[in-house]
């Protein structure tokens, strides 16, 4: 081998290092400064009398969106969940995409489901609807069944038949806690010019659930739901809350986020193939739309992140599953952020576009190249003899060491913050997992990252299925 070539690989590892080193940075920046979020955060708690608020007839009416595709296995506990909610003025609407499978049935007969009339408040364009359903056991209960158009769609439709100033959009397969919609509100209380909140996502599988409702926190038994608990705490509490200080939010999670019904049918609703585009990144696609339609317009705005409204999520428990998911989720975020890629170090877009579009679009959309790239010239280097004892630790400490202790840091704002877990034996598992991710299954996921880039820039389409085994009842409570 050429001394040219055993240079570009010696040389392509000190970008990798740089790379790590600085986005590693990042995570800890974020880190060390949702610590100190949370701390505050929790004192605001203490002030606030929740139960008063639940009863309060001030609050402003929510309309919850459910999509569901294919969702038989959860939709049933999903709207059950729902109909718990404690908020004093909110209705369901359930939006069937074209299922193929029994979920209208089943929804039909678990809630009493007839034909019933509603008229649309918007118009924005949707694959037809075939019929409008009302529940008779609980009026505020309503089912739209339409043709497939795929999820995006299916909001749109959602958000054509809302009545409310402000709607939650969340999936088929996520159960809300009875006080999240009272808790994510409260941004909008708080600041009339926020236009958007998220709340975080917790795995449930392993949980206990009764009737819609988790009611026996722990942490999922396999090794792979485990890893995934433990990415979401990393996400939600290190990442988001961090970002969220800076007033630099650009992602709510499909799974659970609460909008302002107004400016997201003026920004033309989420992104389809009738509007502004097909994306399988709907839920970050709409909210950086958001920001630019906000700045542009001079429009005074704020979209906020949440850290205690909780949805409960199924995870998938198979490789196969995981690898198609990670892959979607690179895609929309690659998509998203290439289709707006005229905000990237633009003034126009103050912080968004000089700091978090940036951020976002060089580490989490391309940074997948260089880590697989790092990873392979790292692996020839030592086979050729070429990396030095100092290069090894320098390339070890800031590809593994660094992220266990991050991961672990994680650990600690949950326990600082919300104790979820409650078992001690779940909490020193957690720990064990923030050590033993860093060594194959965090490269898993760059892999499947890194192919989800190369999805998006060939343009594929699709999301791929998603199987549901459904919330662990009856496994529950056997236990």
């Not at 999922?220 to 970002?243: D, I, N, T, V």
């Not at 290069?391 to 979820?420: D, Q, T």
Request: net charge positive.
């Amino acid at each position: 081998m050429t001394g040219v070539v055993v240079f570009a690989i010696t040389a392509f590892n000190y970008v990798v290092i740089t790379y790590f080193v600085l986005l590693n940075t990042v995570y800890l920046i974020t880190s060390l400064i949702a610590f100190r979020e949370i701390r505050r955060y929790i004192r605001r708690l203490k002030s606030l009398d929740i139960g008063e608020f639940l009863l309060s007839a001030g609050v402003p009416p929510i309309t919850v969106i459910m999509p569901a595709y294919n969702e038989e296995a959860t939709c049933v506990e999903s709207t059950r969940s729902l109909l718990t909610l404690n908020y004093a003025n909110f209705e369901i609407v359930v939006v069937n995409d074209g299922s193929r499978d029994d979920t209208l049935a089943r929804l039909t007969q678990a809630f009493d489901l007839v034909p019933a009339a509603r008229l649309p408040t918007a118009d924005i364009a949707t694959a037809p609807v075939r019929r409008v359903y009302q529940s008779r056991r609980f009026l505020s209960l309503w089912v739209i069944d339409k043709e497939n158009g795929g999820k995006a769609d299916a909001l749109n439709t959602g958000l054509n038949h809302c009545q409310t100033p402000l709607f939650c959009a969340m999936d088929a397969d996520s159960l809300l806690e009875r006080d999240a919609l009272t808790r994510i509100v409260r941004p909008f209380l708080e600041n009339g010019d926020t236009i958007a909140a998220g709340g975080i996502i917790r795995i449930a599988n392993g949980c206990q659930v009764e009737a819609g409702v988790v009611t026996d926190v722990r942490l999922p038994r396999k090794l792979l739901p485990g890893f995934q608990a433990l990415e979401y705490l990393r996400a939600f509490l290190a990442g988001r809350m961090g970002w969220a200080a800076f007033d630099a939010t650009l992602i709510i999670s499909g799974a659970f986020g609460l909008f302002r019904r107004s400016i997201v049918v003026d920004a033309g609703g989420y992104a389809t193939a009738r509007t502004s585009g097909a994306t399988v990144g709907e839920d970050m696609e709409l909210v950086v739309r958001l920001h630019r339609h906000a700045r542009e317009r001079g429009i005074p705005y704020r979209i906020s992140f949440v850290p205690d409204p909780v949805a409960w999520t199924e995870c998938p428990e198979t490789l196969t599953v995981l690898a198609r998911q990670r892959d979607r989720w690179q895609r929309g975020m690659a998509e998203s952020l290439i289709r707006h890629r005229t905000m990237l170090f633009n003034r126009r877009y103050g912080r968004i576009g000089l700091l978090a579009f940036p951020y976002f679009y060089i580490f989490e959309t391309f940074g997948p190249l260089i880590e697989i790239g790092g990873y392979a010239t790292f692996v020839t280097a030592i086979l050729l003899g070429q990396a030095s004892m100092l290069f090894v630790v320098a390339f070890f400490a800031v590809a593994f060491v660094f992220g266990m202790v991050l991961s672990v840091a994680a650990v600690g704002l949950e326990e600082l913050g919300f104790r979820r877990y409650p078992r001690l034996g779940d909490l020193v598992r957690l720990f064990g997992l923030a050590v033993l991710e860093n060594l194959g299954y965090r490269q898993l996921t760059s892999w499947w990252r890194f192919r989800g880039l190369v999805s998006a820039l060939r343009r594929k389409t699709g999301w791929g299925d998603m199987a549901r085994r459904g919330f662990p009842v009856e496994a529950a409570r056997s236990r």
